[in-house]
């Protein structure tokens, strides 16, 4: 929003004013950041203030649980088979939401519902699907089942307007030729496709990464990262918890900073 | 050239009288796993709400107790107010603060744009659990403000009450859901054509005038679909009551977790995240949003 260069001195106070303001926001959602980043460095045994000493003593205890490193193997896994799921899934609907069919505005609010139902709903149904298909909650069907759950919706939306805009007339074009359609799919489509699903593949992974509360219904006895801080929370005796808080920010930002990085790319590219 | 073809493709495409094209089948996957984990275990819920619990589990019988319980207990009619009270105090809240670092967003430049932009997001990608958890070191007994609040002499002895009410729920949602108010009032100021601006200033009209005649009305379609994410994602909310709201500040989410994970009422948390969904999707509608919420959401999500 371009603001016309005239009456400068007129908009000089309103416009300080919401720079202080702004600049209090920033703080609001930095502030406890820097104080988790600051608490993970102290040496005391307790989480709190005042900081009795600075080192890594807490780094090195979160580096050598076992625990911690269970749960962390448990989601960087989960969320690749996740994410798998998910962005093969979304592709056949970005792809097939080209074409007509009947009923796709239902197939459209199917889609998309997940992602305004209450994260706790999202959870029990599964809880009581799975309890009446006897299936027992694990890691790898209960919550895998969640967690795609959770991310298709997402991957959808964030593949299909690149799917939506490029030309359906190569593709066709490739057909006339006489290449079947797995052909077509194997060396015209997917690979003008691939910067937006590699963005949808690390958007979903972050999404299975965090999540938390759906997952609480159906884990049972294992743990992933998330699970793993709130029963650290829960607990209260874990000095180590702000270290490993820490270290799994860093790293979420880290492939969020990727898949946004790619996703942009995907997006000037198409 | 281009042109031209489009042209013939959507030509042929018109003319093609066929309901089903068989390049749809390609969704069939997704869809199956939809209706399996989707509607499936949905419509389960919602016979389950109708059935009646036993110490010896679930009975199919169907009666509309669990509902009559619930609309008939003050308990849970409280709780019901409260979650709505504390949605609508979050959402109000996040308005606040969102709309004119929106403003500011909108009116930055260039990479210190983008810069700016991409700091808003940051904290937003990290765990939601640690981000409402940073909350209790912050305002615990030895949590960063008492400490700071007795270094200075302000107070003699930590306070205790900054924890565990409804005002540290409001904190905590806030933190957690603000980016979902801040990016739609971004994207519609961001849109906004300066001109507007320019010739209402051309026009004799003073800056709030200027602000409260174009820009605003111009920004309400973001101010109402921030206003209903948040509202509809507090409503639903679980970590950030049971971590920062104590025994006084219980919300819906709540309730219906505990029916599962500890009084093994399943039938009657049914029914509760019946009467929830319904909640949250009657929202949904009222605001007129629908689908709307596809591009905001494809904003969240890169």
Same mark, same amino acid.
């Given at each position: 929003m371009a603001k016309s260069a005239q009456a400068p001195r007129r908009r000089a106070i309103p416009r300080l004013l919401l720079t202080g303001y702004a600049g209090l926001v920033y703080v609001f959602l930095y502030a406890p950041i820097a104080m988790i980043v600051l608490l993970s460095f102290n040496t005391a045994d307790f989480i709190g203030f005042p900081i009795e000493g600075l080192g890594l003593v807490r780094y090195r205890e979160a580096?050598?649980?076992?625990?911690?490193?269970?749960?962390?193997?448990?989601?960087? +896994?989960?969320?690749?088979?996740?994410?798998?799921?998910?962005?093969?899934?979304?592709?056949?609907?970005?792809?097939?939401?080209?074409?007509?069919? %009947? +009923?796709?505005?239902?197939?459209?609010?199917?889609?998309?519902? %997940?992602?305004?139902? %209450?994260?706790?709903?999202?959870?029990?149904? +599964?809880?009581?699907?799975?309890?009446?298909a006897e299936v027992s909650p694990g890691l790898w069907t209960t919550v895998l089942v969640a967690h795609v759950n959770w991310a298709l919706p997402f991957a959808f939306l964030t593949l299909y307007p690149r799917v939506h805009r490029f030309d359906r007339s190569l593709e066709e074009a490739a057909m006339d030729l006489g290449a079947r359609p797995a052909l077509v799919l194997r060396r015209v489509v997917l690979p003008m496709m691939r910067p937006g699903i590699v963005a949808t593949f690390l958007f979903s992974f972050t999404l299975s990464f965090d999540e938390f509360v759906r997952t609480l219904f159906v884990i049972g006895s294992d743990r992933t990262i998330p699970v793993l801080i709130w029963t650290l929370v829960i607990e209260r005796n874990s000095p180590h918890l702000p270290a490993v808080g820490v270290l799994i920010m860093a790293a979420t930002i880290v492939i969020a900073l990727i898949a946004f990085v790619t996703g942009e790319r995907s997006r000037s590219a198409s | 050239m281009t042109a031209i073809t489009a042209a013939n493709i959507n030509a042929s495409r018109e003319a093609r009288p066929r309901r089903l094209e068989p390049g749809a089948l390609m969704i069939v996957p997704a869809l199956l796993w939809l209706v399996l984990f989707g509607v499936v275990p949905m419509i389960l819920l919602g016979c389950m709400s109708l059935w009646r619990s036993t110490i010896f589990g679930i009975e199919m019988e169907w009666n509309l107790d669990n509902y009559r319980t619930i609309f008939s207990d003050d308990v849970y009619m409280r709780v019901l107010a409260q979650t709505l009270r504390i949605a609508l105090a979050s959402t109000v809240l996040s308005l606040i603060l969102s709309y004119p670092l929106a403003y500011f967003l909108a009116s930055a430049k260039g990479r210190k744009k983008t810069a700016l932009v991409l700091l808003v997001f940051l904290p937003f990608w990290t765990s939601y659990v640690i981000r409402s958890y940073v909350w209790l070191p912050m305002l615990g007994r030895q949590g960063l403000v008492n400490q700071v609040l007795l270094w200075l002499g302000v107070v003699d002895a930590?306070?205790?009450?900054?924890?565990?009410? !409804?005002?540290?729920?409001?904190?905590?949602?806030?933190?957690?859901?603000?980016?979902?108010?801040?990016?739609?009032?971004?994207? #519609?100021?961001?849109?906004?054509?300066?001109?507007?601006? !320019?010739?209402?200033?051309?026009?004799?009209?003073?800056?709030?005038?200027? @602000?409260?005649?174009?820009?605003?009305?111009?920004?309400?379609?973001?101010?109402?679909?921030?206003?209903?994410?948040? @509202?509809?994602?507090?409503?639903?909310?679980?970590?950030?009551?049971?971590?920062?709201?104590?025994?006084?500040?219980?919300? @819906?989410?709540?309730?219906?977790? #505990?029916?599962?994970?500890? #009084?093994?009422?399943?039938?009657?948390?049914?029914?509760?995240?019946?009467?929830?969904?319904?909640?949250?999707?009657?929202?949904?509608?009222?605001?007129?949003?629908?689908?709307?919420?596809?591009?905001? @959401?494809?904003?969240?999500?890169?």
């Open positions: 580096v050598a649980s076992s625990e911690v490193l269970h749960a962390a193997i448990n989601s960087v +896994l989960l969320g690749m088979a996740a994410a798998s799921i998910a962005t093969v899934l979304a592709l056949g609907l970005a792809l097939g939401f080209r074409y007509r069919f %009947p +009923l796709k505005g239902v197939v459209l609010q199917m889609i998309l519902v %997940p992602i305004v139902i %209450p994260a706790v709903v999202g959870g029990v149904v +599964l809880m009581v699907l799975f309890g009446y | 930590p306070i205790d009450w900054f924890l565990f009410n !409804e005002g540290t729920v409001y904190l905590g949602l806030v933190y957690v859901y603000m980016l979902f108010m801040t990016l739609p009032i971004y994207l #519609s100021l961001d849109r906004l054509d300066p001109k507007l601006v !320019e010739a209402a200033n051309d026009l004799g009209a003073r800056p709030a005038q200027t @602000f409260v005649r174009v820009v605003l009305p111009l920004s309400m379609p973001g101010v109402l679909s921030g206003c209903t994410m948040v @509202f509809l994602l507090a409503c639903g909310v679980y970590v950030t009551p049971q971590l920062l709201g104590g025994p006084s500040a219980v919300m @819906f989410g709540n309730i219906i977790a #505990s029916q599962f994970l500890t #009084s093994n009422n399943w039938a009657l948390g049914a029914a509760l995240s019946v009467i929830l969904v319904v909640l949250v999707l009657g929202c949904l509608y009222l605001a007129g949003l629908r689908w709307g919420l596809q591009r905001l @959401f494809m904003g969240a999500g890169h």
